[in-house]
């Protein structure tokens, strides 16, 4: 509210700080009853000056804190007997086609099972529809770990993009209907793109196995997150190009995107054989967007 900025930190023995940085003097210190392993969030959850914060702790309780640090609600997610076995981190963003603004995340609760929760920030409660539970019965396989957060965006009506395993999960929010795309080895992370550098957006996706997938959607989405866009576009006539002959030269051609460019920016280029850094086959440095063909 001082126009000064703050930093939140959470520790293992459930403590929120919040720590003025140009001062280094603690604004609030709260504590959870167990450890915290997602970082808190900090929104404008009243529509008024201040930004409240949210965070929640291994053991599935979630609370909201003013920016002084007095709780506005607080709730635990867990029934008496259930057990939280490993949780997301939290996403604030609309969940409706209506506007309505809410915290997302998702918790593994029973071992083949996931729950997506979203909660009205103002009071803690589920919004309709929630929780969504994503079941997997033809694996037996414990879920350990969530290692994508959630995504979301606007078609129609909002939809949930939640990768688990080998899965891709496609959740419409205003019907609570979920759809799947399966691959063939684990998802490692996705993330929504304009690949074509239009006004579409396409879902970008990488396997544990190095393979790298694309979903085309012609549909107008909007990211909820701020789009500073940034990245390099292979032209689409060397996307699928093979080099059967084994020659060391090989022709391609790329266009350099950046939203934000500013004058002495550098832009790194590299190709590689898989993962391996051990394995660059290219790699230059430009000073300036668009096209480029090399060799």
Same mark, same amino acid.
């Not at 993330?191 to 550098?197: H, V």
């Not at 957006?201 to 500073?228: A, C, K, Q, R």
């Given at each position: 509210?001082?126009?000064?900025?703050?930093?939140?930190?959470?520790?293992?023995?459930?403590? @929120?700080?919040?720590?003025?940085?140009?001062?280094?003097? /603690?604004?609030?210190?709260?504590?959870?009853?167990?450890?915290?392993?997602?970082?808190?969030?900090?929104?404008?959850?009243?529509?008024?000056?201040?930004?409240?914060? @949210?965070?929640?702790?291994?053991?599935?309780?979630?609370?909201?804190?003013?920016?002084?640090?007095?709780?506005?609600?607080?709730?635990?997610? #867990?029934?008496?007997?259930?057990?939280?076995?490993?949780?997301?981190?939290?996403?604030?963003?609309?969940?409706?086609?209506?506007?309505?603004?809410?915290?997302?995340?998702?918790?593994?609760?029973?071992?083949?099972?996931? =729950?997506?929760?979203? @909660?009205?920030?103002?009071?803690?409660?589920?919004?309709?529809?929630?929780?969504?539970?994503?079941?997997?019965?033809?694996?037996? =396989?414990?879920?350990?770990?969530?290692?994508?957060?959630?995504?979301?965006?606007?078609?129609?009506?909002?939809?949930?993009?939640?990768?688990?395993?080998?899965?891709?999960?496609?959740?419409?929010?205003?019907?609570?209907?979920? /759809?799947?795309?399966?691959?063939?080895?684990? @998802?490692?992370?996705?993330? #929504?793109?304009?690949?074509?550098?239009?006004?579409? #957006?396409?879902?970008?996706?990488?396997?544990?196995?190095?393979?790298?997938?694309?979903?085309?959607?012609?549909?107008?989405?909007?990211?909820?997150?701020?789009?500073?866009?940034?990245?390099?576009?292979?032209?689409?006539?060397?996307?699928?190009? =093979?080099?059967?002959?084994?020659?060391?030269?090989?022709?391609?051609?790329? /266009?350099?995107?950046?939203?934000?460019?500013?004058?002495?920016?550098?832009?790194?280029?590299?190709?590689?054989?898989?993962?391996?850094?051990?394995?660059?086959?290219?790699?230059?440095?430009?000073?300036?967007?668009? =096209?480029?063909?090399?060799?």
């Amino acid at each position: 509210r001082d126009g000064n900025m703050e930093a939140l930190v959470t520790t293992s023995m459930g403590f @929120i700080h919040s720590i003025n940085v140009p001062f280094g003097g /603690q604004s609030f210190t709260a504590q959870m009853r167990a450890a915290i392993e997602h970082p808190a969030i900090a929104e404008n959850v009243l529509g008024d000056a201040n930004l409240e914060v @949210i965070a929640m702790d291994v053991e599935g309780n979630i609370v909201c804190l003013d920016h002084g640090g007095k709780t506005l609600w607080y709730r635990s997610l #867990l029934g008496d007997k259930e057990k939280l076995r490993t949780s997301s981190d939290l996403v604030y963003g609309g969940i409706k086609a209506d506007g309505t603004m809410g915290v997302l995340f998702v918790t593994v609760i029973t071992e083949n099972a996931a =729950k997506i929760f979203a @909660i009205d920030a103002e009071n803690g409660s589920n919004l309709p529809g929630f929780p969504i539970e994503l079941v997997d019965p033809e694996d037996h =396989k414990k879920l350990q770990s969530i290692s994508n957060p959630l995504l979301l965006s606007s078609i129609s009506s909002n939809l949930i993009l939640q990768a688990l395993r080998s899965r891709l999960y496609f959740i419409d929010t205003s019907t609570g209907c979920a /759809q799947f795309s399966i691959y063939t080895h684990e @998802i490692s992370s996705i993330q #929504l793109a304009r690949l074509d550098g239009g006004s579409s #957006l396409s879902i970008v996706g990488t396997l544990v196995s190095g393979e790298v997938f694309t979903l085309e959607n012609p549909s107008d989405m909007v990211i909820t997150e701020p789009d500073s866009r940034i990245g390099i576009l292979v032209d689409e006539n060397f996307r699928k190009l =093979k080099n059967h002959i084994g020659t060391c030269i090989v022709p391609f051609s790329f /266009q350099i995107i950046d939203e934000n460019t500013r004058k002495g920016k550098e832009y790194h280029v590299e190709v590689r054989l898989g993962k391996s850094f051990e394995q660059i086959i290219f790699r230059k440095s430009y000073n300036e967007t668009g =096209k480029n063909a090399d060799q």
